[in-house]
């Protein structure tokens, strides 16, 4: 398929889970835009909507960037324990909120290398944070994202950093943030990991993989 033949799917694509999904966010809980960056490295590995109970305990007990800083690294692994690797999960959050209040003054940072510098922070949560906080275009490369674009033959890898540089050259950017929560939405609706449901899947015939 030419990168021509993948814009055109794309926008295929686009348009339909427009369609179907009208409400395009992200499923994470959140207040304040630290909420969720920590949200966000807290799912690393565990269900959004575990990490929506614990961060329902966690954000009433730790409301600024500096409680977070100045908090005892304990008290923030009892409560994500439930959430797996609890340990290097607190250990991020805590100096990930250090370096927000001693570099940046307590406001994230609105790049991508910025983000990234950030303790525990990846090009994927970076890229939410862009398209959800700052509205710039972002491709979050989730496992939604990388299964379902490789599915209909959007892209060829499964590494997340290479399907994010594919997705780059084909997806408009002004929709390129909508498209990945939309993907996540119609993951677990229909594109399920194991036993998708091909009938009545609004993207069946369009779609190189779909099950007969």
Known sequence: MTVAQKKDLALQVIGRLEKQYPDAKCSLEYSQPHELLIATRLSAQCTDARVN???KELFAKFHTINEFADADIADIEEIVK????YKTKAKSIKEMCIQ?????GGVLPDTLEGLTKLSG?????????????????????DTH?????????LVKNKEPAK??????????PDKSNDLCHRLVLFGREFCTARSPKCAGCPLGDICVSKSE
Do not use: F, Q, S
């Open 53 to 55: 109970i614990v961060t």
């Open 82 to 85: 439930p959430c797996g690797l």
């Open 100 to 104: 927000l209040r001693d570099e940046h």
């Open 121 to 141: 922070i990846g090009r994927k949560t970076a890229n939410l944070i862009m398209g959800d906080i700052y509205h710039k275009p972002a491709v979050v490369t």
């Open 145 to 153: 994202c990388i299964r379902i674009t490789g599915k209909l033959g």
């Open 163 to 172: 399907v994010e540089a594919e997705l780059w050259k084909i997806l408009p």
